[in-house]
């Protein structure tokens, strides 16, 4: 089976990868391609976060042609009341075009972080500006930095992309 995914990410490659093989218990080739999300960099909405997931699914499958899945994985922010939430949104679309979604679970960044984000800057560079990290979204992401491990960027992926290939592990429920 083989799967391109829309982004060079690490994390979001691992992630992919790792949803396939537990939803379809075999080997997945999975190759990560540079495409455009055709969103901002940082999307500040769950509707832009899944436009962005769609789109990057999308242009992966025109400019790749062959693969039996194309995936697009989005990171993103949700204003909620006063907070901040942060989620991630995956498409999978097949070689014949059913579109399968998902989302991760929402938690929300420390005062300073939020006002960062707001001020402009991306979330992981937030993250990084205040735990003094460096590239932590291609690593544990804010939630894992939050967790101290015990829940991470590519687990937050992991789930979101199960539930994306649940329309094809049950497509006779989906038809």
């Keep these: 089976m083989k ?3 829309g982004t060079k990410n690490p994390v979001k ?3 992919l990868k790792t949803a396939f093989e537990k939803m379809f218990k075999e080997t997945v080739s999975v190759e990560g391609v540079a495409v455009k999300s055709g969103v901002s960099d940082q999307p500040m909405s769950l509707e832009e976060t899944y436009r962005g997931a769609y789109n990057r699914a999308s242009n992966a499958k025109n400019s790749f042609p062959g693969a039996d899945y194309y995936a697009g994985l989005e990171g993103g922010c949700e204003r909620f009341h006063d907070e901040l939430g942060v989620m991630s949104c995956v498409v999978i679309i ?3 075009g059913n579109v399968g979604k998902g989302s991760g679970g929402m938690h929300f960044v420390p005062k300073k972080v939020q006002k960062l984000v707001e001020d402009g800057y ?3 560079v937030a993250d990084d500006m ?3 990290m460096s590239n932590s979204k291609q690593e544990l992401g804010s939630v894992g930095i939050l967790t101290s491990g015990a829940l991470t960027r590519t687990d937050t992926f992991v789930a979101a ?3 994306a290939l649940m329309p094809f592990k049950n497509p006779e429920y989906y038809a």
């Design 3 to 5: 799967v391109i995914v």
């Design 94 to 96: 097949d070689n014949k």
């Design 13 to 15: 490659i691992a992630a």
């Design 122 to 124: 991306e979330l992981g």
């Design 130 to 132: 205040v735990f003094n």
């Design 161 to 163: 992309s199960l539930r």
